[in-house]
């Protein structure tokens, strides 16, 4: 039998390929437009994962093409952390424009795991101190810094100690504590006093995802992320915002900490700011980002073909305020997955903030036992159906589709959504 060219692609990628890629469906990527991709044979899937939250301006978006096909008649690389070029200077007082002060200097990288080493050696660097806090679930990428906090499954832990120093706490997520929001919220907050008080003051930062991604797509308690501030700003410990998922317009405004009307110290930023190619950024003000040359650099950083992207695919999302698309469309799916979460006994919670949804499955309304299982078929029934998505947490959908969806596509999605629950249910 002749085989096709999805299935030789496939062979061969689990013949070379690393085995610690883990993939949930047979997809192989052929191109994309817009919310769509295509497959090698040609069939069109409606994309609720915007390529793990990195295609926010959508897939080949024209403006974004059209910088990198100007940058490329240039040139590719300019070695920008030994010498001075344009390209991403220019996307650096971009990204700066959409932040809050006193948010007003940026270190670049090349992916979120980065973004956040940086901002761990700054947050040390700046404090002097040895101890990190971050949360339960959480995740902050698989380099050694950044997994060191990183609590979200035990494989992507087992086997690498040992890890820096890092106090955990429980991220308050409201669905799975046995109380109110206030008291979920309460928990955390005294669980993050009681190890500043215990460590007495020798905390570099804290490390803190506004929404949680990888871990469940949880949002807290709405006081919870100013009362946060506060404890920082009370212990003199730095705030590090992880921003790498929830950031870049996505839920409804440029950084998802703003809808809790909260400033970090230190900002980390990828995925999206890219505009599809691979650019992290860490910021913080010049206050705190002032250490002398040499103190952190890297090769790649400020790459101007992801520079030249990233800088489009931000002005792209501005100008056609794609913050109040996410948050108008991600309202209208919120409602629609609410009343399916009346009618369907496996939909636990349905919870999220703009185009930042999580749809948690379990086994009953009643036992809220963790359905994983169910998760996986829902997602496989998905695929068949033409709808790509992605997992999070353990028993968690998550709706991350790029913020020009219409409300029309949504829903398009959303009914595929339907019947995919209906038959696992
Ligand atoms: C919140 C958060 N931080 C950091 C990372 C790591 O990013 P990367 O995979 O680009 O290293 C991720 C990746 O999903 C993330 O969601």
Known sequence: MKRDRCSIVREIDKDIMSTSYDRDTDFVY??????????CHGRKFLDF????????????????????RKQLSLGTHAA??????????????????LLPSPLNRVFLSNS??????????????????KWLVAFSPCFHG?????????????????GFAPFLPVKHVPYPYPYRFNGSEEECSNASLSAVENVFKKLDGNIAGVFFEPISGEGGYIVPPKNFARALRKLCSEFGVLLCADEVQSGCFRTGKFLAISNFGVKPDILCMSKSIGGGLPLGATVASRKIMNWPHGAHSNTFGGNLLACAAGKAALEFMERKNLAKNAERVGKSMLKRLSEMKEDIEIVGDVRGMGLMIGVEIVESKKSKKPGHGKREEILKKCFEKGLLMLACGNNVLRLCPPLVLTENEAMKGLDLIESALKEVE
């Open 30 to 39: 052929s191109g994309g437009k817009g919310v769509y991709l295509f497959d």
């Open 49 to 68: 994962a915007a390529g793990i939250s990195v295609m926010n301006a959508g897939h080949s978006n024209p403006q974004v093409m059209s910088a990198i």
């Open 80 to 97: 920008f952390p030994d010498f001075y070029a344009e390209t991403p200077v220019m996307f650096s007082q971009t990204l700066l424009s």
């Open 112 to 129: 979120g795991t980065e973004s956040v080493e940086c901002a761990i050696k700054l947050a040390k660097w700046h404090s002097r101190k």
């Open 142 to 158: 698989r380099t050694m810094g950044s997994l060191s906090m990183t609590d979200s499954k035990p494989v992507q832990r087992e």
